[in-house]
């Protein structure tokens, strides 16, 4: 059985969208086609009018600089503060110096953290954690952030927070993609929902809350 | 990518990696220098080759009292000996010289050898053979020689020189076979050691990996760090080897061998040098090639 089948989705610039459905319903199948991780066997992925399967091989990694992704285990390095951390994410793709001092503060101050810059990942919590992470997934100023169960590991006053933080990316024009099955988070944004059921979209709705009335799940 | 990031990225990578970066860099010393002492020792074989073949003769021994040979009646006449002389003459210019040693000559010589021995009282003059020595142009030319005189009468048997000393070099190349072969087992259990250096690295570091993909780093700016890590360790290995086999030309090849072995001509310094390029170009190709091979597995982007 392929992962994902018969998927017919268009998601505009600016969107937010949720990713919603069980464990091994194809969700994650979907954020790694559009990262490029994994190609279509049929059928088009088109990201900002790009066929993602033509890229060539050495052309991904540009390709990725236009997206940001954020991920459950936060995939922050233990070893480095807050700021290398941001600054990690700047140095590996060859940014000069007075660039990542210049940019990482604001990219801090962007997710509420300029205070803790100087701090262990250890030192954080788990949303002061996902923080970070956001912060690095944002210094190329992707156009498009992917977050895959980014409130999974944290609880739900602290996915609050993260849901604010997500808004006011997607309010500067950011497409977000959020695979979660966190209900509450869901349906307090009442946003575009898309529900996948065994590789398949069984549901795309404006403006949805995770289960519909009379729908079990 | 900047210099001073993967630079740090690559120490940090060493210090993580501590014990298998030490295996590495053993593993490299130890097999390139067995590389190096086969390459050195065919230097030495060339060059000793070159020496003594230089200074070989063939022997010609004429017939004795005792000499059985069928070209042999009794103790050669000077008539023979006359045209023996002849037909070697006719044989330049593969014969270059002919010396004569008379049976009083060879025994002269042998006193000297055998000064102080009692051997010296059971030999008398004519027990020695008097000989026709003849230096040839080359000396694998023995056989036109050989074939010239078997036949002519007063020759009781010619001796080449060559076939003692290509026995002696025959050993010296089973030995050189031998290192080679320790050599190619060494280099491929370094080339096994490098892949499992890097695949244990790359375990190690997939978190970091995995960011640098997810926000778009270049493949090459991913495996950099990988293989300059792979690169120090060979290098620092070579440099080993190198230290090693210098040490072994100064301090066992001319402080102990030369002055006490004067009749060999050993290898030369520019010789030895000359091998120290290709050590290193061995060390870090191997590793590079070793590396980048496994990081195309285990660090697919």
């Not at chain 1, 233990?78 to 110096?97: D, L, S």
């Not at chain 2, 009692?118 to 036109?144: H, Y």
Request: proline content about 3%.
């Amino acid at each position: 059985m392929p992962a994902l089948a018969e998927i017919d989705l268009n998601i505009e610039q600016g969107d937010f969208v949720f990713l919603v459905g069980a464990s091994g319903s194809g969700k994650s199948t979907l954020l790694r086609l559009l990262l490029r991780e994994e190609t279509a066997t049929s059928g088009t992925v088109t990201v900002d009018g790009v066929n993602v399967a033509k890229i060539r091989h050495r052309d991904v990694p540009a390709y990725r600089r236009n997206m940001g992704i954020v991920f459950q285990d936060f995939r922050l390095l233990p070893g480095k503060t807050v700021f290398e951390n941001v600054a990690f994410g700047m140095e590996v793709i060859g940014k000069h110096k007075s660039e990542i001092a210049r940019k990482v503060p604001a990219l801090l101050e962007l997710v509420g953290l300029e205070e803790k810059s100087h701090r262990l990942p250890s030192e954080l919590s788990g949303g002061e954690q996902q923080r970070v992470a956001m912060a690095r997934a944002f210094v190329n100023q992707p156009k498009l952030l992917l977050a895959d169960e980014p409130t999974g590991n944290l609880d739900p006053a602290t996915s609050v927070g993260i849901m604010k933080l997500l808004d006011r990316i997607n309010r500067i024009g950011t497409t977000v993609i959020m695979a979660t099955h966190d209900v509450a988070t869901v349906d307090q944004m009442r946003k575009r929902i898309v529900q996948m059921e065994d590789g398949k979209i069984v549901r795309d709705q404006e403006r949805g809350m995770y289960g519909q009335s009379g729908q079990a799940l | 990518m900047r210099f001073s990031f993967v630079r740090s990225e690559v120490a940090n990578g060493l210090r993580r990696n501590f014990t298998m970066t030490v295996a590495l860099i053993v593993s490299v010393a130890v097999s390139l220098a067995l590389v190096g002492a086969a390459l050195l020792m065919r230097a030495q074989v060339d060059r000793m080759k070159g020496y003594w073949y230089d200074k070989i003769e063939v022997s010609i021994f004429l017939c004795g009292k005792t000499s059985v040979a069928f070209t042999c009646t009794g103790t050669v006449t000077a008539e023979q000996r006359a045209n023996i002389e002849t037909v070697l003459g006719s044989l330049a210019p593969t014969v270059q010289e002919i010396f004569y040693e008379s049976s009083q000559d060879a025994y002269g010589k042998f006193q000297e050898q055998f000064a102080g021995s009692a051997i010296l009282a059971n030999i008398s003059p004519d027990a020695l053979p008097e000989s026709f020595r003849v230096k040839l142009d080359d000396p694998a030319n023995f056989e036109k020689v050989a074939t010239a005189l078997q036949s002519v009468q007063g020759v009781e048997s010619i001796q080449d020189q060559r076939q003692l000393l290509d026995r002696f070099f025959q050993i010296l190349k089973g030995l050189q076979s031998f290192a080679i072969a320790i050599a190619a087992a060494m280099l491929f259990v370094t080339v096994l050691l490098v892949m499992n250096t890097i695949r244990v690295s790359a375990f190690a570091r997939r978190r970091e990996t995995s960011i640098m993909r997810s926000v778009g780093a270049s493949n090459i700016s991913i495996r950099l760090p990988f293989i300059l890590e792979a690169v120090v360790a060979s290098v620092i290995g070579s440099m080993l080897a190198t230290a090693g086999i210098l040490a072994t030309k100064y301090w066992v090849i001319d402080a102990r061998l030369a002055p006490n072995l004067t009749f060999i001509p050993f290898i030369t310094w520019s010789q030895v040098l000359a091998i120290v390029p290709v050590i290193f170009l061995a060390g870090v190709g191997i590793t590079v090639l070793a590396s980048s091979i496994t990081l195309r597995r285990y660090l697919r982007g």
